[in-house]
């Protein structure tokens, strides 16, 4: 079946920039998407691309999607406390509804 | 505002009991979804379904089923609870392919 790999953590500065990556099998993948997890809570769209993009950016987010690699980056600039959370990755499974979920990476922002 | 609801958000239970997770939305959705999250396993489909009367397997499906009465609703059941179905548990819904997953606030359930 599809699969979708994330690291597992991720320890940046309060200002600095953050780059939370991922790795898709799908080879058909149209829609891909960035969810945002706090703690207790349930998971929050921050954005998505379509597979015919290279670069989608909204504010402070960045998406970058290599399709001949099926690799999928996020990039938060100015990280701030608040961004602490865990960040998943997902894929949309072909001609489905489904989600293919990453195991997620948790973000921690140090003061 | 239209949104989902899960309940109860905590529950504890014992092995071998049924529960039943109940899922509500009100953006009147066609879709909907649920999951559950484990320690390095990030989320997982449980079932889901397209349409009232409609239900489907997904990857983790075994112990669970569900039932789809009316749009709105999409309820959970763990007919015989086991320990290994100790988790946190989603729902969601979306209106089209494609476009954005809302995801309930989760329900914490624990088997002993």
């Known amino acids: 079946g599809e699969d979708v790999e994330q690291s597992l953590f991720l320890s940046v500065r309060e200002g600095d920039s953050s780059v939370i990556n991922c790795t898709y099998t799908d080879s058909s993948s149209t829609y891909l998407y960035w969810y945002k997890q706090e703690p207790g809570a349930g998971l929050q769209l921050l954005t998505y691309i379509f597979s015919n993009m290279d670069m989608k950016q909204d504010q402070r987010l960045t998406v970058l999607l290599n399709k001949k690699d099926k690799h999928l980056s996020l990039r938060i600039a100015d990280t701030q406390t608040g961004d602490s959370a865990i960040y998943f990755c997902a894929d949309l499974v072909d001609s489905s509804y489904k989600l293919i979920f990453g195991s997620g990476t948790r973000l921690l922002v140090r003061p | 505002d239209a949104e989902i609801t899960q309940s109860p958000r905590h529950k504890i239970t014992e092995t071998g009991r049924q529960v039943t997770l109940a899922c509500h939305q009100t953006?009147?959705?066609?879709?909907m979804f649920w999951y559950r999250q484990d320690l390095g396993h990030g989320l997982r489909l449980i079932h889901y379904?397209?349409?009232?009367?409609?239900?489907n397997k997904g990857e983790v499906s075994d112990g669970y089923s569900v039932s789809r009465s009316n749009t709105e609703d999409l309820p959970l059941t763990l007919e015989s609870a086991a320990s290994s179905q100790t988790s946190v548990y989603f729902c969601a819904s979306t209106r089209a392919r494609g476009d954005t997953q809302y995801f309930g606030p989760g329900t914490r359930l624990t088997v002993l």
């Open positions: 379904s397209y349409g009232v009367h409609d239900t």
């Open positions: 953006w009147n959705h066609n879709n």
